[in-house]
């Protein structure tokens, strides 16, 4: 029973939703409709387990001491002073909440990601070698697209734009396309297998 | 150490620090090169340019983070600016919990901006009028499916908690009926969800702005025309911000055009470099064979 109510709930819904997606009947939109509030409010839950997931996980970091620990505290205060915040002073354009999202959270974030410059073009130098045809191919399209789609590139050649524009239109949709036909058969065949039960591991457990 | 062996093996800390030159240098010096459009960007300036003004709004979905607002908060801004310049209707949400702080930017750096300068009503903008932010929705697929029943059911208050069923403009657009195109700004995989879902089922229009990794995936959907139109990363933002400043919408260029004078400049030193450590690969691989 614990496995076959799940089970049998996932395949009529499955079954039901593909069908309902294509009947515009206003019974069908209807219902289609209030399926899909449960879904949003269900997601929300999700958002709940999540906090609670990273409370209990830092908690316990906190009370073992564990190595790490004061960034545990970090993260904890700033997500009750950040949510008290914005619940008790709101969130508008001139809120604390804004000033300190816009003046600490983001600056830290583009931070972060401003790092991948400094591995990238360090990556890029040790590892991109022309050791094959294939990776000399590859190089030679790297460079006819950064040169190309850089302002610089057109002082340079007026047939530059236009040839690094052909290889993201021409090769580069071909492949994006095979692998876009790819995902969307695996997807299919996956949904398939988990609407008719073949595909369990949802589940959890064994089996 | 031979020749071809140092310049292939530029030590990382010389390399970062032209890096940092590079990236700096271009704030502090104005030149400024012509910007060649790309077609998919010129394609989504002429999807808003054929809109009618006071007529169907435009759905901007700010799904970009911190991480990704370099690329995508001036494509935001000029985005903002050109259909407040044309009496278009912007109703703005977003599916990226990081994202609503950010939109609240864009939207008050954009309305600010021309409310100070506006003479009378006409020039200036209205919130719940000229533009609203629902803010940030879970389950984005179920979200932006039901969308095209009702907007104010999956959005009962907006991101300042106030009731959307109280703003002229919701009361006007309640669905996709009363959207002329839908645009997504993100370093995600949201705008191929749009296409999925509610193009396929509602005919919505769809356009996109995105970070210059995910954009060349989005090819095949600009081909088929399941796109109208699309920027891509910070030269896409650049190039939509030479347009509206070409057509007379905004009166000086954004931050893109800065950013991609030092993003050239990053692009340059990478071959440069790429090219030295190709050298010094051949010269060591030649030398190896002649010792053989």
């Not at chain 1, 999700?46 to 620990?69: D, E, F, P, T, Y």
């Not at chain 2, 407040?84 to 008050?108: C, E, H, K, M, T």
């Amino acid at each position: 029973m614990k496995r076959r109510l799940p089970l049998a709930i996932c395949f009529v819904m499955g079954v039901v939703m593909i069908i309902q997606y294509f009947i515009p009947h206003p019974l069908s939109l209807n219902f289609g409709s209030m399926i899909n509030k449960w879904y949003i409010v269900l997601a929300a839950f999700a958002l709940v387990l999540a906090i609670g997931n990273l409370i209990r996980h830092h908690s316990k970091k906190i009370q073992k001491r564990k190595q790490g620990w004061p960034y545990s505290v970090v993260t904890l205060t700033s997500m009750f002073a950040m949510s008290a915040i914005g619940l008790f002073w709101g969130v508008a354009p001139d809120s604390l909440y804004q000033l300190i999202y816009l003046h600490i959270l983001t600056p830290l974030g583009a931070t972060m990601f401003a790092l991948l410059a400094y591995f990238m073009s360090s990556a890029a130098y040790r590892a991109f070698r022309a050791r094959s045809l294939e990776a000399t191919l590859l190089l030679a399209a790297a460079f006819i697209v950064m040169i190309g789609f850089m302002p610089f590139g057109q002082y340079i050649s007026t047939h530059l734009p236009p040839f690094a524009e052909w290889i993201m239109r021409v090769p580069n949709m071909a492949s994006q396309r095979g692998i876009l036909f790819g995902v969307a058969f695996g997807s299919i065949a996956t949904a398939l297998k988990i609407i008719l039960g073949i595909e369990r591991s949802w589940l959890g457990g064994k089996e | 150490m031979k020749w071809y062996e140092a310049i292939s093996k530029i030590d990382r800390r010389i390399i970062y620090s032209i890096l940092t030159i590079c990236i700096i240098l271009p704030f502090f010096t104005r030149f400024k090169m012509r910007q060649n459009i790309m077609p998919q960007t010129k394609q989504l300036f002429d999807f808003i340019e054929s809109i009618p003004s006071n007529d169907k709004a435009v759905y901007i979905s700010f799904d970009y983070d911190p991480q990704t607002m370099p690329e995508c908060h001036p494509m935001a801004i000029a985005l903002l600016k050109h259909c407040f310049a044309r009496n278009i209707p912007v109703i703005g949400g977003s599916f990226n919990v990081q994202a609503p702080g950010l939109a609240v930017d864009a939207i008050a750096t954009v309305t600010d901006e021309i409310n100070r300068n506006a003479l009378s009503r006409d020039d200036s903008l209205i919130y719940g009028e000229d533009y609203v932010y629902l803010g940030w929705k879970s389950g984005f697929i179920a979200a932006m499916i039901d969308m095209g029943e009702s907007i104010s059911g999956v959005f009962p208050r907006d991101y300042f908690r106030s009731s959307v069923d109280s703003f002229p403009l919701l009361q006007k657009v309640d669905n996709y009926k009363n959207i002329a195109i839908v645009i997504i700004l993100s370093a995600s995989d949201y705008p191929e969800y749009w296409i999925l879902y509610p193009q396929s089922r509602y005919g919505v229009k769809i356009g996109a702005g995105l970070t210059a990794v995910m954009a060349p995936k989005y090819y095949p959907f600009i081909q088929t025309g399941q796109l109208s139109g699309m920027m891509s990363g910070m030269k896409g933002a650049a190039e939509y911000e030479n347009l509206i400043l070409t057509h007379g919408y905004a009166k000086k260029l954004g931050k893109a055009e800065t950013g991609m004078n030092s993003q050239s400049m990053v692009h340059i030193l990478i071959i440069v470099f790429i090219i030295l450590g190709n050298i010094g690969y051949f010269f060591a691989r030649k030398n190896e064979k002649s010792q053989q």
